[in-house]
């Protein structure tokens, strides 16, 4: 039996996570045109207003309601900027497992948001939505990322030979495709028991109206 990921807001001390809204598209573009999403997410490069304006009004809707994942807009408590975005992806509804990944703003690095993001969110899918399982996959030459992983408990569990497509600035401009790794990493709800506080205070989670 199918299930969805329903409509859902987290909070933690810093940040709010919510359904995406079309006032994001500006941010949405701008975020995904930066050079480290370009190297290392399959995003299409340019990256424009409409591509995320589809993205928010009918793919990441569609893809909840088939219940293969969600994603949520990372934003700042206080100033409510759009500063990253948190993917759930290859949902199992028997297996109980999903992969997470996340993307964070150039203007908005440096600050933690990607650990306390993605922590969060793997502690309400365990928590509230009773998964047994959050996997994530880095490349091999993603230090950012492999961080977020490491920071949040998750335990390495191996090597994807070859698996991962890259991008790398060519001469002219433009991106070149490259293969490397990628590392698998997985986070259960034991591994989780004993996060730092102030990234294990979700603060709670509240639910939101009907996306687009």
Request: hydrophobic letters at 40%; aromatic letters at 8%; a negative charge.
């Amino acid at each position: 039996m199918t299930s969805t990921f329903p409509n859902i807001s987290i909070s933690t001390e810093r940040l709010v996570l919510r359904p995406f809204d079309t006032d994001d598209v500006p941010a949405l573009a701008a975020m995904m045109n930066d050079d480290q999403v370009a190297a290392w997410t399959p995003v299409p490069q340019p990256f424009t207003e409409q591509a995320a304006r589809i993205w928010i009004t009918e793919r990441a809707p569609a893809e909840r309601e088939a219940g293969r994942g969600l994603d949520l807009a990372v934003t700042e408590f206080l100033t409510q900027r759009l500063v990253g975005v948190i993917q759930l992806s290859k949902t199992n509804w028997h297996v109980r497992s999903t992969e997470l990944s996340y993307i964070i703003a150039p203007w908005a690095r440096g600050e933690g948001y990607a650990s306390e993001a993605a922590l969060a969110t793997a502690q309400w899918l365990f928590r509230d939505r009773r998964l047994q399982r959050v996997e994530l996959r880095t490349a091999a030459d993603n230090t950012a990322s492999q961080q977020v992983a490491q920071k949040i408990g998750c335990i390495s569990e191996g090597v994807l030979r070859n698996a991962c497509i890259a991008h790398v600035r060519t001469e002219d401009g433009g991106w070149s495709e490259v293969r490397t790794d990628f590392i698998v990493w997985s986070l259960l709800p034991e591994d989780i028991e004993g996060a730092d506080g102030h990234l294990a205070d979700t603060g709670g989670f509240t639910t939101y109206p009907d996306w687009n």
